[in-house]
């Protein structure tokens, strides 16, 4: 069965088509990637201690609701 990926409407067409979506790359992650390929266990800890105590850190305004109470 053939699918078909075009959708006609009134002014122009909707394609469907596949992507790859990348997941984020977590600490998680990296840490089971270095595991598979440094043995030694404190090498490894090391890394991942120096990678989480110099990512960049940025800051930015933010505004936040609150509501008054009512009594």
């Known amino acids: ?5 075009t959708i ?8 469907i088509h596949e992507k790859k979506e990348y997941s984020s790359i977590t600490f998680g992650y990296v840490e089971r990637c270095l595991a598979e390929l440094i043995k030694d266990k404190a090498q490894v800890n ?6 989480k105590d110099n990512r960049e850190i940025s800051t930015c305004s933010d505004i936040k609701r609150t509501y008054k109470k009512t009594e």
């Not at 069965?1 to 990926?5: E, K, T, Y």
């Not at 006609?8 to 394609?15: A, F, K, P, T, V």
């Not at 090391?46 to 990678?51: C, G, R, S």
């Open 8 to 15: 006609n409407i009134s002014d122009g067409e909707l394609r």
């Open 1 to 5: 069965m053939r699918l078909h990926n």
């Open 46 to 51: 090391y890394i991942m201690q120096y990678l």
